[in-house]
């Protein structure tokens, strides 16, 4: 029944939406790689690949690249992460019309974990720099994650999970709200190795006027000294 229900999301998220050629950056969709590699149980370091589209597969609108250092405290449920990532951007200015834009961007994040009855949760607190195609930019991002197990309690391994995030973000400036991103999704656990999630994600941004939203696919490959 879990594996129908997640096969219908990612087709939903495919096909859902014929309104993108009236309205093309109204409904996107997000196709994610994280390769991450363990030193120790201490020590990651992370690649992140992302390719996101107006259509599904073809008329891209971000190419993203990026990598990370993470260390994990071992007495604490707290991780701190540096990285710094390269965005191409296309933007539509009109139906017809796109402009390109770059940036280059530095940030770093702690985030903390813990239980919320049986889910496992997240807060994540991140400052960016961002060289932008218009200047420089200092953005703040808070996130509050929910990993909710799925399946017989009496289940050893439960490989099924659902996912419920929310992330506001905000920039130095007069009008200071950027957007907020509501998730939602399932995640399938393959091995320690290999996981793959789908989400749907709704953005709020444009001064809290305008609505995106994303039909999103992560495969997460973690290899090296995991233990």
Not at 153 to 181: H, M
Request: no cysteine.
């Amino acid at each position: 029944m879990k594996v129908r229900l997640f096969l219908f999301f990612i087709l939903s998220g495919l096909f859902l939406s014929k309104e993108s050629a009236a309205q093309p950056d109204n409904y996107n969709y997000w196709l994610q790689y994280s390769g991450s590699y363990w030193f120790s149980p201490r020590w990651v370091a992370t690649a992140n690949l992302q390719y996101r589209t107006y259509n599904p597969i073809k008329n891209p609108r971000v190419i993203f690249t990026g990598a990370e250092a993470t260390y994990n405290f071992k007495e604490a449920p707290v991780s701190l992460t540096a990285g710094y990532a390269h965005l191409f951007n296309r933007n539509y200015v009109t139906a017809e019309k796109t402009e390109f834009a770059h940036e280059n961007r530095l940030y770093q994040s702690i985030a903390i974990r813990g239980n919320l009855w049986k889910a496992g949760i997240t807060h994540r607190y991140q400052v960016e720099e961002r060289w932008l195609t218009q200047g420089y930019q200092t953005r703040f991002r808070y996130l509050v994650a929910l990993r909710i197990p799925l399946g017989p309690k009496e289940q050893e391994v439960r490989p099924w999970y659902g996912i419920l995030r929310n992330e506001v973000r905000v920039i130095i400036r007069d009008q200071p709200f950027d957007s907020n991103r509501v998730f939602g999704g399932l995640g399938y656990t393959f091995s320690k190795h290999f996981t793959l999630e789908g989400m749907w994600m709704s953005q709020l941004h444009g001064g809290g006027t305008k609505h995106q939203h994303f039909a999103m696919f992560t495969l997460k490959h973690d290899f090296g000294q995991m233990e």
